[in-house]
C-alpha cells in the first residue's frame, strides 16, 4: 500500500524534534522536513514568501496535521496552514504532540486546541468538527504510531461525507 501524502503543520522553533520523531515513524509521505537555514532563507523574503512556501507545500497533500505542542496554537503560521487547510477543503486533524520525549527538552506541556480559536458564522467553533487525538502519556510514540494512519483516513473518509 503506498504512503498518503500529507503536510504537518507545527510550531517549527519548540517541535522540530518531536516533529521529527512523528515523520521517523514513516507510515505516511510528509512534506519534506526544511532546514533551519531554508526556513530562515524563505521567512527573510517576508510574509508573500512564506505563503508561497506554504501554498507550494500543501499542493497535492491529501490531508493536514497539525502537530499540536504547547505553543503551537499562537503561531501565526500555523493558523494560516488550518485556515489554508479548511478554505481548500483538505481534511485535517491534531496530534497533541507534548508527551513525546524532545532530545533538548524532554516532554511538554499540552497546548490549547488551535482549532477552538476558528468560529463559523453560527457560532460553532472548528473544534467541534476537527478531531485532535491526544496519545497515550506513558507511550506517546506507539500510540500514534499504531494509530496515525487510520486517524488520517478518518478525516479523509469524514470530510468526503461533509463535502
Not at 512556501?53 to 493558523?79: A, H
Request: with cysteine; charged share 30%; proline share 4%.
Amino acid at each position: 500500500m503506498s504512503k498518503k501524502p500529507v503536510f504537518f503543520s507545527f510550531h517549527f522553533d519548540k517541535d522540530v524534534m518531536r516533529v521529527q520523531l512523528v515523520r521517523n515513524i514513516g507510515s505516511l509521505e510528509g512534506n519534506s522536513p526544511v532546514s533551519a537555514n531554508e526556513w530562515e532563507s524563505v521567512k527573510r523574503g517576508g510574509d508573500q514568501s512564506i505563503m508561497r512556501w506554504i501554498d507550494e507545500n500543501m499542493k497535492y497533500k491529501q490531508c493536514v496535521i497539525v502537530l499540536i505542542g504547547k505553543e503551537t496554537s499562537e503561531r501565526p503560521w500555523v493558523n494560516y496552514e488550518i485556515q489554508k487547510a479548511w478554505d481548500d477543503n483538505r481534511p485535517i486533524f491534531g496530534i497533541y504532540i507534548h508527551n513525546l520525549k524532545c532530545p533538548r527538552a524532554g516532554k511538554s506541556k499540552k497546548g490549547k486546541n488551535p482549532f477552538e480559536q476558528f468560529t463559523f458564522d453560527d457560532g460553532q467553533k472548528l473544534s467541534s468538527i476537527v478531531a485532535c487525538y491526544d496519545p497515550k502519556a506513558d507511550d506517546a510514540y506507539n500510540d500514534i504510531a499504531e494509530n496515525m494512519d487510520s486517524w488520517v483516513n478518518t478525516a479523509i473518509a469524514q470530510k468526503r461525507v461533509s463535502v
